[in-house]
């Protein structure tokens, strides 16, 4: 059978490819990338090159937890300018030949429009949780010399001039946290979309079943079999990137988780309303962005793995030698679900569990070794 291609205008996550992936094809969304890169990139090396010349164990404490939670915001953002483009291209030319959501028939369809809205309130939450977080960094909610380092390397380098890059910097600042969390927002773009296919792949299947003739049985299982192949190729090409860039950001995300927590300790030392507030912030976006990148493994592992399950309640005793052939060809193909794994390190809830019990550990151990 010969399924119609899938119109992405009318998919369910569409505003979300445009949010996370098509960002760089619009003017207004180069211009705020590129400036925020180069603004950020600067500010930076300045602070680099001030902890360097003004090194002790108070400044490191106090401000090194921004300083590394920004480079790891700057990285993500240099990244996605490369890197997101080419990727993006790849992908829409691979969805555009997957199954439209009607495959199965309407009611599948209202099926999957329900469960994509509430997937879409979630995810859209968490996106618009961190320009929230940016704003709240904002110099009219308090002073920010007691977290951030700009400030004070700002007024010692600029003197009388140094509001005009402080202003540039905070008024940036929203669309940098947004970047912290686009990169993990695109995996997930990727996963949602497999999850939509899976489910019409699992619909088809499950109706083999009603099928009496042998030579529509053959017609189905051949389509289910160009489907997965399709999924296989698309996912396999989004792990490519993936692999790119998933051994600096474990390395960044790392230290960054470690040296949130780690101030989050220095602070309860001498707290302030302001301050906890700032540090709630940076505290939820890094558990979002871990819970981010590690939902979208665990749900390609289990959605990958529900095809092996549903073919094993195919009716394989009725059919002729041709269509168990297919079928167990298929069941080959099926029977290890996909996986984002590197360096024997998986993508994945264990992992999450694995990352947040190590960064306390060392977080409480750099804070013990500092009193």
């Given at each position: 059978?010969?399924?119609?291609?899938?119109h992405?205008?009318?998919?369910?996550?569409y505003?979300?490819?445009?949010?996370?992936?098509?960002?760089?094809q619009y003017r207004?969304?180069?211009?705020?990338?590129y400036?925020?890169?180069?603004i950020?990139?600067?500010s930076?090396?300045l602070?680099?090159?001030?902890?360097i010349?003004?090194f002790?164990k108070?400044?490191?404490?106090?401000?090194?937890?921004?300083?590394i939670?920004?480079?790891?915001?700057v990285?993500?953002?240099?990244?996605?300018?490369?890197?997101?483009?080419p990727?993006v291209?790849m992908?829409?030319?691979?969805?555009?030949?997957?199954w439209?959501?009607d495959?199965?028939?309407e009611?599948?369809?209202q099926?999957?429009l329900?469960?994509?809205?509430?997937?879409?309130?979630v995810?859209?939450?968490i996106?618009?949780?961190?320009?929230?977080?940016?704003?709240?960094?904002?110099p009219?909610?308090?002073?920010?010399?007691?977290?951030?380092?700009?400030?004070?390397v700002?007024n010692?380098?600029f003197?009388?001039?140094?509001k005009?890059?402080i202003?540039?910097?905070?008024?940036?600042?929203?669309?940098?946290t947004?970047?912290g969390?686009r990169?993990?927002?695109?995996?997930l773009?990727?996963?949602?979309?497999?999850?939509?296919?899976?489910i019409?792949?699992?619909?088809?299947i499950?109706?083999i079943?009603?099928?009496?003739?042998q030579?529509l049985v053959?017609?189905?299982?051949?389509?289910c079999?160009?489907?997965?192949?399709?999924?296989?190729?698309?996912l396999?090409?989004?792990l490519?990137?993936?692999?790119?860039?998933?051994?600096?950001?474990l390395?960044l995300?790392?230290?960054?988780?470690?040296s949130?927590l780690?101030?989050?300790?220095?602070?309860?030392?001498?707290?302030?309303?302001?301050l906890?507030i700032?540090?709630?912030?940076?505290?939820g976006g890094?558990?979002?962005?871990v819970f981010?990148?590690?939902?979208?493994?665990?749900?390609?592992?289990?959605?990958?793995?529900?095809?092996f399950?549903?073919?094993?309640?195919?009716?394989?005793?009725?059919?002729?030698?041709?269509?168990?052939?297919?079928?167990l060809?298929?069941?080959?193909?099926s029977?290890?679900?996909?996986?984002?794994?590197?360096?024997?390190?998986?993508?994945?809830?264990?992992?999450?569990?694995?990352?947040?019990r190590?960064?306390c550990?060392?977080a409480?151990?750099?804070?013990?070794?500092?009193?």
């Amino acid at each position: 059978m010969r399924e119609k291609p899938l119109h992405l205008s009318h998919f369910p996550y569409y505003l979300l490819k445009i949010m996370l992936c098509d960002t760089e094809q619009y003017r207004l969304g180069r211009f705020l990338s590129y400036s925020c890169a180069v603004i950020h990139s600067i500010s930076l090396l300045l602070q680099m090159y001030y902890l360097i010349d003004n090194f002790n164990k108070e400044t490191v404490s106090r401000y090194g937890c921004v300083v590394i939670v920004t480079t790891y915001c700057v990285v993500a953002l240099i990244y996605e300018i490369l890197y997101a483009q080419p990727s993006v291209s790849m992908m829409s030319q691979q969805i555009s030949t997957l199954w439209p959501m009607d495959a199965c028939g309407e009611k599948v369809k209202q099926m999957i429009l329900k469960r994509a809205f509430f997937t879409s309130v979630v995810t859209y939450s968490i996106l618009f949780s961190f320009p929230i977080f940016g704003i709240i960094m904002f110099p009219l909610w308090g002073d920010q010399s007691d977290m951030f380092l700009c400030v004070r390397v700002f007024n010692e380098y600029f003197t009388k001039w140094s509001k005009v890059p402080i202003y540039l910097y905070f008024c940036s600042f929203p669309v940098l946290t947004f970047s912290g969390i686009r990169l993990p927002g695109m995996l997930l773009y990727a996963i949602l979309i497999t999850n939509i296919q899976i489910i019409l792949l699992n619909q088809k299947i499950a109706h083999i079943s009603d099928l009496g003739d042998q030579r529509l049985v053959f017609g189905t299982l051949c389509s289910c079999v160009s489907l997965q192949i399709k999924l296989r190729q698309m996912l396999n090409k989004v792990l490519q990137f993936v692999y790119l860039v998933m051994p600096v950001f474990l390395l960044l995300g790392a230290l960054t988780a470690i040296s949130v927590l780690f101030f989050l300790f220095y602070s309860l030392e001498n707290p302030s309303d302001y301050l906890m507030i700032r540090l709630a912030c940076f505290l939820g976006g890094n558990i979002l962005v871990v819970f981010t990148f590690c939902e979208s493994g665990q749900a390609l592992s289990n959605d990958t793995g529900r095809i092996f399950d549903i073919l094993l309640t195919c009716p394989w005793y009725k059919w002729d030698k041709k269509n168990k052939n297919i079928l167990l060809m298929f069941l080959v193909n099926s029977l290890k679900p996909m996986s984002i794994t590197i360096a024997g390190i998986t993508l994945d809830y264990k992992l999450a569990v694995t990352l947040i019990r190590t960064c306390c550990s060392y977080a409480l151990v750099l804070y013990q070794m500092k009193n």
